[in-house]
């Protein structure tokens, strides 16, 4: 059986803090942390006991996916993702896709009246259309209030 190490001094969040291989300091991400035999974390262990051996089994039980703000930060600085005051920015061809995506051919659900598929689809041009405009509204609020 493997085990992580867990500095139980000190939480990131509601996160663990994991022992990297070699002692190559802390993590969070259990796929960034070391994997020790029973012997070593024992040894470990003895050593300091705030370093608490958990079996890999269970650690991988309890593990769920997070948000490292740092790993965002970096892609944001490496122009990867459009940031604008610290909110996530799209274009406007990017909304209208999405848009699109989720209201097109949901009649039953959003256009009940609508019988065909051209009604269909002037309805949900007809609804991008005030959707662009609302856009255009506020765009053109957050300009005025920058000046």
């Known amino acids: 059986m493997?085990?992580?190490i867990q500095d139980s001094r000190q939480y990131?969040?509601?996160?663990?803090?994991?022992?990297?291989?070699?002692?190559?300091?802390y993590t969070t991400h259990i796929d960034d942390a070391g994997l020790f035999s029973e012997e070593a974390a024992q040894k470990i262990h003895k050593n300091r006991g705030s370093d608490v051996p958990i079996p890999e089994d269970l650690i991988r039980e309890s593990a769920s996916l997070q948000v490292d703000s740092e790993d965002l930060r970096k892609v944001r600085m490496n122009g990867q993702a459009k940031s604008k005051?610290?909110?996530?920015?799209?274009?406007k061809?990017?909304?209208k896709a999405a848009f699109w995506k989720t209201f097109h051919n949901c009649g039953e659900v959003f256009f009940s009246y609508?019988?065909?598929?051209?009604e269909n689809e002037k309805a949900t041009a007809g609804e991008w259309a005030d959707f662009e405009a609302n856009l255009d509204n506020i765009s053109e609020a957050e300009n005025e209030n920058k000046n």
């Open 2 to 4: 493997k085990y992580y």
């Open 12 to 25: 990131v969040g509601n996160c663990l803090l994991l022992w990297r291989e070699k002692g190559a300091g």
């Open 85 to 91: 005051g610290g909110l996530m920015s799209y274009s």
């Open 93 to 95: 061809e990017q909304i």
């Open 114 to 118: 609508l019988s065909t598929d051209e």
